[in-house]
């Protein structure tokens, strides 16, 4: 029998996930829950599965989130681990299970009180996922489209950050794993600093005073008060933090950073959180499509970034378009062999 839940109940006892996160016949490690008629209604109980027929109608009736409980949230991220590991499933759940994992622990990094152990814990799953990233997700254009399936929440501009500095940095540099998991840890912690700005600054950036913007411009530097508390993170990410907001010109803040006075690692962040911010902005007024994002930053303001930095930056983003071409292709082959029987 359905299990109903007023959607009130979803405040501190259910967390969303992206429908795109599952993929078929694999058994489930927790109750999975979806909104009908504004109340929270059982799906699947733990070890059911979903099949790949109830995924797409799903999909057919846009659902883009479901709901678990928060008590299972631990079960659900070794859930997301072996699907990111195993080779048996798909590459679109494995890169699915990797951008879903990364959310849940910038959340944890980010709402946590207790702030050193969460950091642990994340330099542990980034010495990791480094790794794994780099050998999973071949370019950031293969990231957006589940990111795009999992809608918006306060915590993935640090997610989508951390996992498009990755890939950036694998492209720089190939060789060099601790540069790959310095970028991710880069770019989940690259706005720490907003935990010192008011709530209603972060609330609603647009309507921000100059009083407040000059505030606003100053936690790249509140970034690094947190330094002693964590020990852990090495000198180069905090570096690179707090130049997060500088320009490749000189016309950045807060130092007026430029060239080579900003940080290899710095430069990686810039590209990364400026890009994201194009196309996540938390009005939903300005957000741009991927590709056109891109092109305003090569052609509108090109100086503001290093060309070796945001050349291949580009190139990953625009594999989009070959992403796309190949899923449409795949779903239509798939539709014609369904037709001919």
Known sequence: MAKHVGSEGLDGRFFEVSLHTFAPNRPLPCDVYIIVAEKLTRLRVAGDTFSSE??????????????????????FKEFLWDLATNVTVDRGHRVAAVTEATLLQTEELHSSRELRPAVEQTIKMLEKFGPLCASQV???????????????????????????????????????SAKIWQAGMAGLLHDLGER???????????????????????????????????????????????????????????????????SPLGRILIVCDHFDTL?????GKAALPPLEAIMMMETVHPDRFDPKVLGPFSASVCCLRRHLAASHESQSKAELEKAVG
């Open 196 to 262: 010192k700005l008011p709530e209603a600054m972060k609330r609603e950036p647009q309507n921000m005073t100059r009083e407040e913007w000059e505030n606003f411009k100053r936690h790249p530097q509140y970034s690094l008060e947190y330094r002693n508390e964590l020990p852990e993170v090495p000198a180069d990410v905090w570096k690179a933090i707090s130049e997060h907001h500088e320009f490749h010109d000189g016309s950045g803040f807060p130092r007026g950073l430029g060239g080579d006075e900003i």
């Open 138 to 176: 071949e370019s950031i254009g293969e990231l957006l489209a589940p990111i795009a399936q999992g809608g918006a929440t306060q915590y993935r501009h640090a997610a989508n950050t951390a996992l498009f500095a990755m890939i950036l940095a694998k492209k720089l540099y190939p060789d060099d």
């Open 54 to 75: 109830r995924l797409k109608s799903l999909h057919r009736h846009e659902v883009r989130q479901l709901y678990l409980p928060v008590e299972q949230k631990q079960a």
């Open 279 to 283: 196309t996540r902005d938390p009005s």
